[in-house]
């Protein structure tokens, strides 16, 4: 089953401890494009300027993601220039032209308007409003947002969130967006804006999911070099709808497997420069860091 | 088996953004032996003043706590006050007076001296040492120890981890430590420094076991309120020592669930002030709230 994911494409120069990147390939769509191209097959709507090189669209298209899609505009790609803190839970925007990107309108081919598995990545909650308008009948709907949107667009954001399954944002998002300090009483305010589940990402200590009926944790893969955290939650949502997609199986454990398996990505994504890491990744790796993640967390392992 | 801790006694005045306590019974070794007397009989090496209540002493030898190494000295019981931020990973001190815990020297009775496990609780490393001086055989020593030793007293600190076999600290202490910012390099360094196991704890993130074999990762329960953070690092200790004294079992499977029997008491006590938790907690709420810590991180779980 083919996953259709809206949202930006860009270049990013970064600035991490480990050391510095100039024009790396990124946006949340390509990060959950490539990271999802691991399970199935992935469709992408974004915009690129005329100066995407023909080389990452061969790219993309290699991994297996469609990108029919990608609408090639009259001027540049978006871009995004920032630098970590030594404490990388911490950045700086150091600039951010979005250029082509400023007009994007998803506008979805009938190929896909069926699309089954949609993910609607962080853009304008008007945006992700009018890719579900167009969608013939999606069978699972997950979502991100960030605290621009909540703080100026809450009255686009609030009708959107009673029409996604999964709603997937980081913790201090969660918070503003439910008012609620606590992250159970703030997730617990989510469920009831809409969403089925809410997955909570907080980064370098992993990932928290609430359904009405259970909660479940899951912590990051310990590294011993986290090289830049840019695009780790897109990857991880990329994993999670891509074995949402390649197993079909959305109850409470396919889910929480899904969410291992985006864990598995957003692991690898960090150990290198924008998402590098993922370009050389195989199947085998990926299914041997899943087993890490099992015994990393079963109780009654040795 | 039972359990031997050396550490403070203090009384508390706490304030949170949910109120106020005044004089709360606490102190490392309090929070360490009430919890760790759910699991198995515990011996506690403390010193007290005049002023400590009959109550209280009747509370510890209740619990099962021998209380023959509480040395009562003319004067006053430890005091400290502190207040909690809305954040209440961050907490003000606003006073503390050693009292007589200021000249305590732990001797050990011949009744002690053959405890086989053993807590040395967060005090001067000089103390600690000593405690280890008087042991006839030990086979398992937890240690625990803050900021102001390893700045002050790295000197004494040093040598007393290569004689303990669990280090228990939290992450801030562990960076100041080890000298390394990222947690995985932190623990390595740790455990080149003597200790057979490091146990990093992360609050409200939960804790990460280290051995040269493994890593083991253990969420935080998610809590809808937490009221009080005050000891949980050294109830997680009790709780953690306990089990696998009730056990006897030390193999990795037996120290990851007694990791998790920690995690458990740790969660009961942040619910209420001080140790109040504690004090009217049965066997049947551990024993529920470990499955629900089973449920929480089974990745195959429904």
């Known amino acids: 089953m083919s996953i259709l994911v809206v949202g930006s494409v860009f270049f990013d120069d970064i600035e991490t ?11 949340a769509a390509t990060y959950f494009a490539v990271a999802a191209s691991f ?3 992935v469709q992408m709507v974004a915009a690129v300027g005329d100066d995407f090189p023909r080389e990452e669209m061969d790219f993309l298209a290699q991994r297996g993601v469609d990108v029919s899609g990608l609408q090639v505009r009259s001027g540049r790609t978006g871009f995004w220039a920032g630098r970590y803190h030594e404490d990388m839970n911490r950045r700086d925007t150091l600039d951010l032209q979005l250029n082509v990107f400023a007009d994007f ?11 089954e598995y949609v993910f609607l990545a962080n853009i304008d909650p008007r945006l992700q409003s009018m890719v579900l308008d167009q969608l013939a009948a999606p069978s699972l709907i997950g979502c991100d947002t960030m605290n621009h949107w909540i703080t100026e667009s809450r009255a686009d954001l609030e009708p959107l969130l009673q029409r996604v399954h999964v709603l997937a944002i980081n913790d201090e998002e969660a918070r503003l967006l439910s008012g609620e300090q606590n992250i ?3 997730a617990r305010r989510l469920l009831a804006m809409g969403p089925k589940r809410v997955l909570i990402k ?7 999911q609430f359904s009405p009926e259970s909660i479940f944790a899951v912590p990051a893969f310990p590294l011993e070099q986290v090289f830049d955290p840019t695009g780790a939650g897109d990857t991880f949502g990329g994993g999670f709808m891509g074995q949402l997609a390649r197993s079909g199986d959305t109850s409470e454990a396919g889910i929480r497997r899904a969410i291992v398996y985006g864990s598995v990505m957003a692991s690898f994504v960090v150990e290198d420069f924008g ?11 990926v299914d041997q860091r899943y087993r890490q993640f099992v015994s990393l967390t079963d109780i009654d392992g040795a």
Chains 1, 2 share one sequence.
Do not use: D, I, Q
Not at 202 to 208: F, M, S, T
Not at 275 to 285: D, I, K, P, S, V
């Open 17 to 27: 401890p480990h050391g510095k990147a100039a024009r790396a390939l990124g946006g």
């Open 39 to 41: 399970f199935a097959p």
């Open 105 to 115: 309108r998803p506008e979805l081919s009938p190929s896909h308007r069926t699309a």
């Open 184 to 186: 159970v009483l703030a």
């Open 202 to 208: 907080r980064g370098e200590y992993g990932v928290l």
């Open 275 to 285: 998402l590098n890491r993922l370009r050389g990744l195989t199947h085998a790796m």
